[in-house]
């Protein structure tokens, strides 16, 4: 019986390890299904690396490895003085990918361009609701339909944007997935077979990879596209092998099932590093977690209050318990590998005896509060509850009794950013296009008070200094008036900030070519497998 | 026998209503907005929000909001998911046959491991043999599948390397689905060794959900045996100098069968709940994964329409159980 099964092992788990004599075929252990193909549409990390990354590009991209955009399908790009206009000039000869479903008869050209970002921000536009439900959180979220007056076709190389009004990190916010560029031939040979919903299933881009098929819940499989405009990928077959569960992606990548895996358990990664057979990249995340007190509410509307409990937190015995030491205590609400991170920033040190006097000076007393822990396990913060039991165990110390609470999370998300929420909630944030206004305005800014701004803090010269930063296209400006607002942030402390967690990807030796990104994307365009 | 057929359907047409009401109104009884999860920590404007529920028809009465969905059920549209946007009869029709092709095989092994099992320790009452399979049967009814799914997984397929560890076949076999039940397309596309993959892919995932059926069957044969074996007519088989075999194969086990189909027929249910967990861990591409993941996001359209289906899937199996019932034992149809 034995003997038996040990053959069927050697004949079946050979997998495709043994049959990539002839093609180079990667595996990569994704940790979920995504929704669809069509990048506008969708919102989740999982989806873009399934769609937007191996089969779209963007009129820019981000340069590997970095949160810095650089020239994609369009090759450069001029601003007017006023910051309001802005001239692309695309890529000439950049085709489509050919597949069994459709065979393009030109080149990208203007109308692509105009119509993927078109369909977004016009409710008219025929393909705005092309599919049942179909909503476009993103364009939305970063206020396209608002921002964006018009987008012309100059010409066939030649796409105008004007906005509204200046907005420095746009070109950032056309690298991120939901501004991929897709087809308008495909689409509309699509719109004539009756077929629009189709665009969402068999998707068609420039990217790296064509797509040949998907089992739903199971398996994504895309191969090179022999007519990508950048270097060509260096592996033959892309696939990816749908594994929710980290300890099972885990045991996949031991037994040789799959080259590379998203997200292992935290408890996994000593192990990992150990295994002979696998290599471990780290590097930090684009993330924050934060205990966002309600600025608004007695006592936490006293600085001294904040002041006060931001000392009492021992943010590395969070990290230790929490992340097993794959995170970094925080200090700044932007991260460290984001442009214009202050480093003159100093944190509230932990210092028990100076928390409780400074209470006692603001005169509270026996305090008694909430802690919100999120109910879900985040990139950002993986257990709020164990690191909400850290914090009621350091409060208690200072003679600050918690109570810790929490909800389902769509729950926690609705009911957190309530003005009149009591207590103080423990949050996160990922970023979406490396920006710091994505993580200043977005989630500090006065606008963003009974929403993102989970303080409920509205600072009026640190809501000023980021609203210019958002409008100044210099670079150098842009960063020191960042800086200015870290500095106040951290004067007035409306959070505790707690970590950014670290980015830990272990993958099979012998994979070459992969870069981090920190923006959590994972791409295969340069990735190489030893034969 | 048709008059029994024909009752047994009536019954099923309120249970069938009945079902789509709960199945409507439970998950909007939890706590949860689905419009606000699509955009995550992404806070939604509340014109953003209203614009997306009218979009949605989520904005309507409830009342209105059920009879639509009902009369679409009635003529084949169980709408589309709020979050993948697709429709989830195709869905449904998509990752269903994985369900079954994994709780087919899991209630073949415990059927066939079961019965007998059940069969033996009754003969061998109060022996070592008998105390040390219901021993194990309790294990194995108290075995937290996801656990033990793991353990299995670490065991077979990390260290000993004896099975793959997930999915349904290896990468290197590709075919488009014809059936949609892997070990008959890998049969039909003729690829060399496709079938001996999807059957080295299916064991340890069958075994797992067969645990806790098959500890239920065999106990219940057990018992159920043993009420029959002390009847008068087996004392008398046996006086007449039957066969071991004919008295327990034969006249015995027909009428200790009776129990155990309702309790094969139940376990049909308690596999689909089993499944939900067994999918996860094994990265099987069944409706049970794909609803509990629905259930995370407030995908209403998905999980009524999912439960819906289901659940007249059981009505179905429940309905099938019956008529086995009748043909067993005649009395039942009247």
Not at chain 2, 200 to 207: G, K, M, R, V
Not at chain 2, 229 to 247: I, N
């Amino acid at each position: 019986m034995k003997y038996k099964l040990t053959l069927a092992a050697a004949l079946l788990s050979a997998t495709f390890f043994a049959s990539g004599a002839s093609a180079k075929t990667f595996v990569y252990c994704s940790e979920g299904s995504p929704e669809g193909f069509d990048p506008g549409i969708y919102t989740a990390g999982t989806t873009f690396d399934a769609s937007a990354h191996p089969i779209y590009n963007r009129l820019l991209e981000f340069k590997s490895g970095t949160t810095q955009p650089e020239a994609g399908l369009a090759q450069s790009w001029e601003i007017s003085a006023d910051g309001t206009v802005y001239t692309f000039k695309l890529r000439p000869n950049v085709k489509f990918q050919t597949t069994d479903f459709f065979k393009p008869t030109r080149n990208l050209n203007a109308d692509d361009v105009v119509f993927s970002i078109g369909r977004q921000i016009d409710e008219k536009n025929a393909w705005n609701k092309y599919i049942s439900g179909a909503t476009w959180e993103y364009a939305d979220g970063m206020g396209f339909p608002k921002l964006i007056k018009s987008i012309e076709k100059v010409d066939d190389l030649t796409v105008k944007v004007t906005l509204n009004r200046p907005e420095a990190p746009f070109l950032a916010n056309l690298a991120m997935p939901f501004a991929s560029i897709v087809s308008k031939e495909y689409a509309d040979s699509l719109d004539k077979a009756g077929k629009k919903e189709q665009l969402n299933q068999m998707p068609v881009g420039t990217g790296p990879f064509t797509f040949v098929g998907y089992q739903q819940d199971a398996v994504i499989r895309f191969k090179k596209n022999a007519d990508f405009w950048g270097p060509a990928p260096k592996i033959d077959d892309l696939v990816f092998a749908i594994t929710t569960d980290a300890a099972v992606r885990y045991q996949k990548l031991k037994a040789g099932e799959c080259h590379l895996m998203p997200y292992p358990n935290a408890a996994d990664v000593k192990a990992m590093k150990a295994d002979p057979n696998l290599q471990v990249l780290e590097q930090e995340g684009l993330n924050v977690a934060y205990l966002a007190y309600n600025t608004t509410k007695a006592p936490f509307d006293k600085l001294e209050v904040r002041k006060a409990l931001n000392k009492a937190i021992n943010k590395k015995a969070i990290v230790d318990s929490v992340f097993q030491g794959m995170a970094t205590p925080a200090v700044n609400p932007i991260p460290p590998t984001m442009w214009s991170y202050s480093k003159a920033t100093q944190d509230d040190t932990y210092d028990l005896e100076a928390a409780k006097k400074m209470l006692a000076d603001a005169g509270v007393k026996d305090l008694s509060m909430k802690v919100w822990a999120m109910p879900v396990s985040r990139p950002y913060m993986l257990n709020a509850r164990r690191a909400a039991e850290i914090i009621q165990d350091d409060f208690a110390k200072i003679g600050v009794k918690v109570e810790i609470v929490s909800f389902e999370w769509a729950e926690y998300l609705q009911r957190s950013k309530d003005k009149n929420r009591d207590g103080a909630a423990i949050m996160g944030w990922t970023g979406d296009n490396g920006d710091p206004d994505n993580f200043l305005d977005t989630l500090l800014g006065c606008d963003a008070v009974g929403g993102n701004n989970r303080a409920q803090w509205c600072n009026k010269e640190f809501d000023a200094l980021v609203k210019k930063a958002k409008v100044v296209s210099d670079l150098a400006e842009r960063t020191k008036l960042y800086e200015e607002a870290q500095a106040i942030f951290k004067k007035d402390a409306p959070w505790a900030t707690i970590d950014h967690s670290l980015s830990v990807v272990p993958m099979r030796k012998g994979v070459t070519g992969f870069t981090q990104s920190p923006l959590g994307d994972f791409t295969f365009e340069a990735v190489d497998i030893a034969q | 026998m048709f008059g029994f057929l024909l009752r047994r359907i009536a019954v099923l047409i309120p249970t069938f209503i009945g079902v789509s009401i709960i199945a409507f109104s439970f998950i909007r009884l939890l706590p949860g907005d689905p419009v606000a999860l699509l955009s995550g920590e992404r806070v939604m404007s509340p014109e953003r929000h209203a614009q997306i529920s009218a979009q949605l028809g989520l904005d309507r009465p409830l009342v209105v909001q059920y009879f639509d969905y009902l009369g679409g059920v009635l003529t084949g549209d169980f709408g589309s998911s709020i979050v993948s946007k697709k429709p989830i009869l195709d869905q449904f029709w998509a990752l269903f046959p994985a369900t079954v092709e994994l709780s087919f095989c899991a209630i073949v092994i415990a059927v066939a491991l079961g019965i007998p099992a059940g069969v033996i320790a009754a003969i061998k009452r109060g022996s070592i043999f008998d105390q040390g399979l219901m021993g194990i049967a309790l294990v194995g009814y108290s075995m937290p599948i996801f656990w033990w799914g793991l353990l299995l997984i670490i065991l077979f397929s990390g260290t000993l390397q004896w099975f793959p560890v997930s999915g349904r076949i290896s990468l290197m076999f590709f075919f488009p689905p014809v059936t949609g039940f892997m070990l008959i397309d890998s049969l039909l596309s003729g690829q060399k060794g496709a079938f001996a993959s999807a059957i080295s892919h299916l064991a340890l995932p069958s075994i797992v959900l067969a645990t806790i059926p098959l500890a239920v069957i065999a106990r219940q044969t057990r018992s159920a045996m043993l009420e029959v074996l002390s009847e008068d007519y087996v004392r008398t088989a046996r006086a007449k100098g039957l066969s071991p075999f004919r008295v327990v194969g034969i006249h015995a086990l027909r009428n200790a069968m009776i129990p155990v189909i309702t309790t094969i027929g139940l376990q049909i249910g308690v596999m689909l709940a089993g499944a939900i967990l067994t999918e996860t861990i094994f990265s099987w591409p069944g409706i049970g994964k794909w609803m509990v993941d629905s259930v995370f996001r407030r995908d209403y359209a998905v999980i009524q329409g999912g439960l819906l289906l289901i659940a007249a899937i059981i009505m179905f199996v429940n309905l099938i159980v019956d008529l086995l019932y009748g043909l067993i034992n005649p009395r039942i149809r009247h």
